[in-house]
Structures are given as structure tokens and as C-alpha cells.
Nanobody, 119 residues
Framework: VQLQASGGGLVQRGGSLRLSCVASGITGRIYDMSWYRQFPGKQRDLVAVISSGGSTDAADSVKGRFTISRDNAENTMYLQMNDLKPEDTAVYYC??????????????WGQGTLVTVSS
């Protein structure tokens, strides 16, 4: 499984970015897809998740500003980030959980993409 994340960059406070994550080489069923972010010296935190059925959830800190979506046909996930704040500055990672059997679920990570929000 390969996950290719893109879309990070430098943006001013209040600006927007759209992250993309393309999944390839999948041999099982995608259970859910999610975005995490990691601040320097901290562990990765869940930002938003979208299930195979399309239901979503997001961290309280980004609700109302970030929107997760997916294109099932293209195995692509997006994170639309609006009203960005300097505290959103982090490396963002995509994660896909794949079901290989009834009891075999595995998480796969993409490379990170850096989002920097200037004040």
C-alpha cells in the first residue's frame, strides 16, 4: 500500500489549503481514512476521519474549519482547511485502515506534508 500526500505549504493566518492523499496498491477493503498531525516533539493526533460509508468526525480544535472528504472511485482523501491559524502549523499525515479479513485490520501511513501558517 502506498499513500501519497500532497498540498501542504505556507499560508497566512485566515487562509486555506487543501490536502490530498492518494492510496494505491490496496488489496483489501478500505475501512476508514484519516488525517493526523504532529507538532514538533509531540505524538501524532487525529485531526479528522471518514468511514467507508462516508460518516465523518473531527477534533474539536478543527470543527467548523476543516472538512474531510473522499473520492471512493479514486481512493483519494481530501482535507479542506479553512481559516487556518498559526497553531495549525504541523506535519500532516494520512492514514488508511484496510480490512484484509474479519479479524485483520491494518493501518498504513503516508509521508507527511508540512503545513505552515504564518501570523
Amino acid at each position: 500500500v502506498q499513500l501519497q500526500a500532497s498540498g501542504g505549504g505556507l499560508v497566512q493566518r485566515g487562509g486555506s489549503l487543501r490536502l490530498s492523499c492518494v492510496a494505491s496498491g490496496i488489496t483489501g477493503r478500505i475501512y476508514d481514512m484519516s488525517w493526523y498531525r504532529q507538532f514538533p516533539g509531540k505524538q501524532r493526533d487525529l485531526v479528522a476521519v471518514i468511514s467507508s460509508g462516508g460518516s465523518t468526525d473531527a477534533a474539536d480544535s478543527v470543527k467548523g474549519r476543516f472538512t474531510i472528504s473522499r473520492d471512493n472511485a479514486e481512493n483519494t482523501m481530501y482535507l479542506q482547511m479553512n481559516d487556518l491559524k498559526p497553531e495549525d502549523t504541523a506535519v500532516y499525515y494520512c492514514n488508511v485502515r484496510i480490512q484484509y479479513s474479519n479479524s485483520d485490520y491494518r493501518a498504513h501511513w503516508g509521508q507527511g506534508t508540512l503545513v505552515t501558517v504564518s501570523s
